[in-house]
């Protein structure tokens, strides 16, 4: 990820990937590997045990569950009425955690993102003093984990008075130093700085010229930084389960363990078929947004790793 | 993730405690002085102008059976709004707790804490001292184990709201299908282990991979006292005639594995119960319900029967588990709180909670016809409240918990649960765990002896 533009480019030898495709077994047509082909498909079936299992025993009964072999489907199918007993479970309490985890994810993830590509955009194309301090700043950032962080935060809040309401999830949620720092490395390689100095012969202001000219450029960087963001606001667990002690306000996963935790309860009930269930339905909207968004996400991640 | 306190926190929220106290204080009304040793004095009249005053209590609680005691109170009093918050089982709670004390906001007006963790917050004066409320009256209300529990020094630091007085639950199934008797001594026990297990490789007389909780049960029932607290001198000994009677039985269990490698409130423990290969479970008379959500295949084939003996014809008990209700210090709304504490765990709630599946702590409601002769469709019909009733009155007296003792449960497994995977003793492993409680409590600031 180094070099974007270079004007010596005309007299260096030919990029590698035109010299492999001069033999035939190339990129196109690689040559079949049987361990390879073994190892993918051993953590291919690593990967999806977990899923199959999810979905072969949220359609058990309480009962069947612990009763039945945990890889096949046993008794009823009964995956529909543990749907919607999760949904009525507890007047519906599901559905509320459901519109939470949403709302941390669009104001939370969405606004780490456009925080991200605004910042990034700057650091990778302005010089301005103390630039290179920011950058320190971000990359020790990226290295504390937001666990590290959370008790602190939440004495801080505390203070303020905004525990236990839904910005204590999302204004950390806000922050995001790898996806700052994604967004920047994406934004030095996918705008040309020649492309910006003609924006501004032509006269077109900052502001026109980061919305009309750049956005559309780095859309593969935003949809990876906003996948990364997504996903670890809708999985976050450790920061609202110091913030949060109103149920009404938990996101999916905290209520999750919740419900799992009645288990393990003096008088509590054991309702793991809803938790399990409860985890599938869960699950469900992130796969969506893997494969709506896949495209971008690859061309995000491998940007800059092939010279052009 | 389990959040377990660690040391630095605990430090660190016991500076900021103090220092919330010291501010908390200052505002405090009833005459008292900044030291705040006198208990605060609130008359019966107070509570009563509290209630017709009415206004809004937060209740930190994961009882289930609370939600309706909340509703009625409610109804009854319609100037008091109560928020039921559930702020996570036991440790989760504790640590949200001690969060919010270490702030000195969001604390909750009333907090549902467990026995072994009460003197914890008791000795951190973290809750008030119940004594001016005239809780002091109550002590024929209760039965003798909770109501020893929940105090601490001279002070009364909760109300009880429910008891575990331990029984033997077994598969009655099992011992049939391997002509197998079921065992009144532990002794006995030991005996029937190795008969169960030598019929049936899978099947095991119970699970066990270290639990601190089952374990001072144990030594409790046994008449071991391995901890004495007067103040802030502590003395940790698990040496005594008790804890060896408890250490020299359990040895021949896990010398000879006989005991599942499954620990409780797991998926497999669940399975274990419901299959049949866990033949029995000793624990606290609060297990029902969870049999009966948990674990529904196997209705009809469990029964209850008093906890097995140490010595034949005995019938010592002790207590497993329960929970109190305490007022947090920092609440302002002491009075109104105690009138919930009274209908909870005194008043009209204790027969809701028990109508809800829950076990009582008055002695009133354990000596009632009614609760007595109740029957149990999962125990196949059996009256078992009559076992649990005798339990409750045979726990015996003098036993209490260290000021610190949730860290000290939190490294059992790191130190006497060293017997559970390894060849240490039983007996060295509890010497560990005597020396870690030990060190742990010196830093703390105790004066800790042996």
Redesign the interface.
């Known amino acids: 990820m180094s070099v974007a533009v270079e004007p010596t480019r005309a007299q260096k030898p030919k990029p590698a990937y035109v010299r492999m495709r001069s033999t035939r077994r190339g990129v196109d047509n690689p040559k079949r590997s049987v361990l390879l082909t073994v190892l993918t498909g051993v953590v291919l079936i690593y990967s999806l045990i977990p899923l199959v299992w999810l979905f072969i025993n949220s359609s058990k009964t ?2 069947d569950l ?2 039945s072999f945990g890889l096949w489907f046993s008794g009823d199918f009964a995956l529909f009425t543990n749907i919607g007993d999760t949904l009525a479970y507890d007047d519906g309490i599901f559905g509320r955690w459901f519109l939470n985890t949403v709302l941390y994810v669009v104001v939370g993830a969405g606004g780490a993102t456009f925080l991200a590509v605004l910042g990034g955009y700057a650091l990778a194309k302005f010089a301005f003093p103390g630039k290179k301090a920011v950058f320190a700043v971000v990359i020790g950032a990226v290295a504390v984990p937001g666990t590290a962080l959370a ?1 602190p935060t ?2 801080m809040f ?2 303020m ?1 905004l ?2 309401t839904p910005w204590s999830v999302i204004i950390p949620s806000l922050i995001s130093p790898f996806g700052l720092y994604l967004m920047w490395t994406f934004a030095s390689e996918a705008i040309p700085t020649e492309l910006l100095e003609s924006a501004r012969m032509d006269g077109a202001g900052e502001f026109r010229t980061f919305f009309q000219i750049c956005l559309p450029l780095l859309g593969p960087g935003i949809v990876t930084v906003l996948l990364f963001t997504m996903v670890a606001t809708w999985n976050n ?2 920061l609202p ?2 913030m949060l ?3 009404a306000w938990y996101p999916l996963t905290l209520g999750l363990n ?1 419900w799992n ?12 078929n809803l938790v399990i269930t409860g985890s599938l339905l869960t699950i469900l909207p992130l796969i969506a947004a893997f494969l709506l968004l896949q495209r971008y996400w690859q061309s995000g991640l491998s940007a800059g790793a092939v010279k052009e | ?1 389990k ?1 377990r306190i660690s040391p630095a ?1 605990l430090r660190g929220s016991a500076l900021a405690l103090a220092a919330a106290l010291a501010l908390t204080a200052c505002g405090g009304g009833g005459g008292n002085d900044a030291g705040g040793a006198a208990p605060e004095e609130v008359s019966a009249e107070d509570v009563q102008a509290a209630l017709e005053e009415g206004g809004d209590l937060t209740v ?1 609680a ?4 609370l939600e309706k005691v909340v509703e009625d109170f409610e109804a009854e009093h319609p100037n008091v709004n109560i ?1 039921l ?5 036991g440790n ?1 709670q504790y640590t ?1 707790l001690q ?2 004390i ?5 604390v909750p007006d009333v907090a549902q804490i467990e026995y072994y963790a009460l003197p914890q917050f008791a000795l951190a004066e973290s809750v008030k001292d119940l004594t001016g409320y005239g809780a002091g009256d109550l002590s024929d209300t209760f039965s003798p184990g909770p109501w020893s529990s929940v105090q601490a020094g001279e002070g009364i630091y909760g109300l009880p709201m ?1 008891s ?1 007085p331990m029984a033997l639950f077994y598969n009655t199934e099992v011992f049939e299908k391997y002509g197998v008797e079921v065992p009144t001594t532990w002794d006995e026990y030991v005996e029937a282990a190795r008969a169960l297990h030598a019929a049936d490789p899978n099947v095991y007389i119970a699970n066990d991979t270290g639990d601190a909780g089952f374990a001072t049960s144990l030594i409790w029932q046994a008449g071991g006292k391995p901890y004495t607290v007067d103040g802030t001198d502590v003395k940790v000994d698990f040496s005594d005639e008790g804890t060896t009677k408890y250490a020299e039985t359990w040895q021949q269990l896990l010398d000879e594995d006989l005991l599942a490698p499954i620990s ?2 797991s ?1 497999e423990w ?2 274990g119960l ?2 049949g290969t866990i033949a029995t479970l000793a624990t ?1 008379a ?2 029902p ?2 049999f009966t ?5 196997s209705a009809g084939k469990w029964r209850a029967a008093p906890l097995p003996q140490w010595e034949e014809g005995g019938t010592a008990s002790a207590e497993n ?2 929970s109190s209700l305490t007022i947090p210090a920092a609440s302002e709304q002491g009075a109104l709180a105690y009138a919930f504490l009274d209908y909870a765990n005194v008043g009209d709630g204790v027969q809701t909670r028990i109508d ?4 009582p702590a008055t002695s009133a409601a354990l000596e009632s016809e009614e609760f007595l002769n109740s029957e149990f469709e999962y125990f196949g019909g059996q009256k078992a409240n009559e076992i649990f009733a005798e339990s409750a009155q045979n726990v015996p007296e003098g036993w209490s918990y260290l000021p610190f003792q949730v860290y000290a449960n939190s490294v059992f497994n790191d130190t006497a649960g060293q017997a559970y995977v390894s060849d240490t003793p039983l007996k060295d492993g509890l010497k560990a765990w005597q020396d870690a409680s030990i060190k742990y409590g010196t830093e703390q600031g105790f004066t800790v002896s042996e």
């Open positions: 309480q009962a612990f009763t008790v939440f004495l505390s203070e008075g525990t236990n667990y450790f389960l110091i002690k109103d149920p919740a935790a009645q288990a393990s309860t003096a008088g509590g009930e054991a309702i793991f | 993730m959040s926190v930190w994961w009882e289930p059976t928020d918050v559930n702020a996570g089982t989760d949200a969060n919010a270490a702030a000195g906001s969001g429910d575990g409780s409130w998926d669940y399975q419901g299959s606290g609060w297990m319900g969870n959500s948990g674990v529904p295949a588990g329960g809800g599946g829950a076990f």
